[in-house]
T-cell receptor, first 112, second 111 residues
Framework: DAGITQSPRHKVTETGTPVTLRCHQT?????MYWYRQDPGHGLRLIHY???????DKGEVSDGYSVSRSKTEDFLLTLESATSSQTSVYFC???????????FGPGTRLTVT | SQQGEEDPQALSIQEGENATMNCSYK?????LQWYRQNSGRGLVHLIL?????REKHSGRLRVTLDTSKKSSSLLITASRAADTASYFC???????????FGKGTRLHILP
């Protein structure tokens, strides 16, 4: 299994609070991605990174920000969580944009 | 914006039968990938097929790609209970920084 972990694995938070999810890899892959998965919507890209300090938006980036200060860590922040952000969040890593992606175990976030 | 769309959305077959699921996409691509997701887990990469390839095999998996029809199929032969999962196709086009996933096919293998 690719060395990719996510923390926390489960989180319940209240509307309006900030939340940060962490993705950590030990594979030294250049690309890192944050997705959310919701019933009926499949997997949707939130933000991605193509190198340290290099990030870009995906299709559902509103309400989310990211940071990547080291190759191994990619942080996803919900500045002010809303109930619509209740979801399962997956991080993925890849050696290149066309290559296969390796996924973390996911974080189940509930916003009450 | 979903690029790939899997068909059917759900499929139930008896153990030992073959399972076929399809993926259609809208624009030209350079490669197409299939992933499996077991309940509550992250996706696992199964196979990648390039636009200049027509067929690829990996164990009990057979993937075909028809670029003229903008479609791909994933065949799982001699299905097992452990094949129960959701299967996703994902497409990549040249110069893009990301792959685009479809919504998946839920496969249920009946004992």
């Amino acid at each position: 299994d690719a060395g990719i972990t996510q923390s926390p694995r489960h989180k319940v938070t209240e509307t309006g609070t900030p939340v940060t999810l962490r993705c950590h890899q030990t594979e030294n892959h250049r690309y890192m991605y944050w997705y959310r998965q919701d019933p009926g919507h499949g997997l949707r890209l939130i933000h991605y990174s193509y190198g340290v300090k290099d990030t870009d938006k995906g299709e559902v980036s509103d309400g989310y920000s990211v940071s990547r200060s080291k190759t191994e860590d990619f942080l996803l922040t919900l500045e002010s969580a809303t109930s619509s952000q209740t979801s399962v969040y997956f991080c993925a890593i890849s050696g290149g944009p066309s290559y296969e992606q390796y996924f973390g175990p996911g974080t189940r976030l509930t916003v009450t | 914006s979903q690029q790939g769309e899997e068909d059917p959305q759900a499929l139930s077959i008896q153990e030992g039968e073959n399972a076929t699921m399809n993926c259609s996409y809208k624009t030209s691509i350079n490669n197409l990938q299939w992933y499996r997701q077991n309940s509550g887990r992250g996706l696992v990469h199964l196979i990648l097929i390039r636009s200049n390839e027509r067929e690829k095999h990996s164990g009990r998996l057979r993937v075909t790609l028809d670029t003229s029809k903008k479609s791909s199929s994933l065949l799982i032969t001699a299905s097992r209970a452990a094949d129960t999962a959701s299967y996703f196709c994902a497409t990549w086009k040249n110069r893009d920084d990301k792959i685009i996933f479809g919504k998946g096919t839920r496969l249920h293998i009946l004992p």
